[in-house]
């Protein structure tokens, strides 16, 4: 249990500092395209970055089942809000495999920790 707690975080640390680091390419991933402003790379850099870093080593800094569990609700929030643009926008092979890996982090990491 202890072993798939760190590798989802560090999933999440890892996949978090390419949007952090390296936002063009993380736009360029997600079909992303930058504006007139620097303010969609500010907020790649935020949501699809540090933020997931932040997750990440949070919840191996507090090391508690409760940690990790909250770092399943995130990964479980962003597939319910992938499984919407699948319903809403359209569904594309790329959403579906997103939405694949948001969702088994997600529920595996709830279904570890919870209880």
């Known amino acids: ?3 798939l707690n760190i590798i989802f975080a560090i999933l999440s640390i890892g ?15 997600l079909d992303l395209k930058a504006g007139v402003t620097t303010m969609g790379m500010s907020e790649v850099r935020a949501s699809a970055g540090a933020l ?12 508690t089942p409760e940690a990790y ?3 399943g609700f ?11 643009s699948l319903v809403l926008d ?6 579906w495999t997103y939405f694949a890996v948001e969702a088994v ?7 570890l920790n919870l209880g």
């Open 1 to 3: 249990m202890d072993i």
């Open 90 to 95: 359209g569904a594309t092979r790329q959403k």
């Open 69 to 71: 569990l909250m770092l």
């Open 15 to 29: 996949l978090g500092c390419f949007g952090w680091l390296a936002p063009r390419y993380t736009m360029g991933a």
């Open 105 to 111: 982090v997600g529920l595996a990491a709830i279904g």
């Open 52 to 63: 997931f870093v932040g997750m990440g080593v949070g919840a191996v800094w507090l090391g």
């Open 74 to 84: 995130c990964w479980t929030g962003a597939a319910m809000g992938r499984l919407t």
